[in-house]
Every structure is written in structure tokens, then in C-alpha cells.
């Protein structure tokens, strides 16, 4: 392995451990509310917590906008951005993308989990939030240390589709 890839792998599987970790304590941590019985009310606590899970691609459009704004880069279509705006600009395309998985891995999940299990939901929106804002640090020090960010967020969006999925249909391949 080259030194690169020792460091990738060093993040990533420092930012499993992290979700692991993250999600275990924040889901112990957070009250059950018995009031989560049907899916209505599932599904409006999913969405409330989406609203939350939003935030770091909210961020990272203002910010790239704001870059543009007050640069040489406000016309997009120059290729001025300088290396922070770049950056700035994938950090905001790649938390599109998980944030997409996030929010259907999440709404999907909310309408098969019990009242007990919804704590799910809030650990997850709180863990994406950090892993996201990891990511965005790490990539802004240098690209390599973007992977604890990427691996955290990667792996938990991979978990919640995994449990959604598995949550949807294993009743009916094991009755």
C-alpha cells in the first residue's frame, strides 16, 4: 500500500468505528416517545429530522455562493475558483448525493421501525451532520483527509438503506 492509501484506509476505517460508536451512544442516549405509533407520526419525525440532516448541503451552497460572489469565480462558467472554492463546490455535490440516500434510507426506514427503534432516526440525522462536517474539514486540510468524512457517511448511508431494505421485505422472504 502507498502512503496515500494507508492514510485513506486509516480515515475510513476510523470513521466506521466513529458511526459505530456515534450511533450506539446516541440511540441509547435519546428517549423513546410512545407517541411515534403509527406511521404518520413516523414519517413527520423521519422528515423533522431531515430538516436537521439538510443543513450541511444548505451550508455548502451558501458558502460556494458567497465564494463566487465575492471573487473573480462569479461567473461560474470562467473556471476562476480558486482551491477553497473548488473544494467547497464538491463538498456541496458529494453532500447532494449522500444526502439523497440519507433522506430516502431514513423515510423509507421510519414507516417499518417500532416506537422504541425510532431513535434511530435522530442518532443517524446527528451522525450525518458530524460525518459530513468531518468531511468537510478534512477535505479543506488536505483532499486524503476527506476519507473519515467520506467512510462515515458512506457506511452509515449503507447501513440505513441495508436495515430499510432488510426491514421491508425480510418479513415476507421469512414468514
Keep these: 500500500m502507498t502512503r496515500d492509501q494507508k492514510i485513506v484506509a486509516v480515515g475510513a476505517a476510523s470513521g ?12 441509547h442516549l435519546w428517549p423513546v416517545n410512545p407517541r411515534l405509533a403509527d406511521a ?26 458567497n ?10 462558467t470562467l473556471g476562476k475558483e480558486d482551491l477553497a472554492t473548488q473544494i467547497n463546490g464538491r463538498v456541496a455535490d458529494n453532500t447532494l448525493q449522500q444526502f439523497v440516500l440519507f433522506f430516502v434510507a431514513t423515510m423509507a426506514l421510519s414507516t417499518n421501525l417500532q416506537p ?25 486540510i ?8 467520506m467512510a462515515a457517511t458512506g457506511y452509515l448511508n449503507l447501513g440505513l438503506v441495508g436495515l430499510a431494505l432488510w426491514k421491508a421485505f425480510a418479513p415476507a422472504i421469512f414468514p
Design 116 to 140: 422504541a427503534t425510532m431513535r434511530l432516526i435522530p442518532a443517524a440525522a446527528l451522525v450525518f451532520v458530524a460525518a459530513r462536517a468531518a468531511f468537510w474539514i478534512g477535505y479543506r
Design 16 to 27: 466506521v468505528a466513529a458511526i459505530i460508536i456515534g450511533m450506539a451512544g446516541i440511540y
Design 142 to 149: 488536505h483532499p486524503l483527509y476527506r476519507a473519515f468524512g
Design 67 to 76: 465564494d463566487r460572489f465575492l471573487s473573480a469565480a462569479i461567473d461560474p
Design 40 to 65: 404518520g407520526s413516523r414519517l413527520s419525525c423521519a422528515l423533522q429530522a431531515n430538516a436537521f440532516a439538510v443543513l450541511p448541503l444548505l451550508i455548502a451552497v451558501m458558502v460556494v455562493g
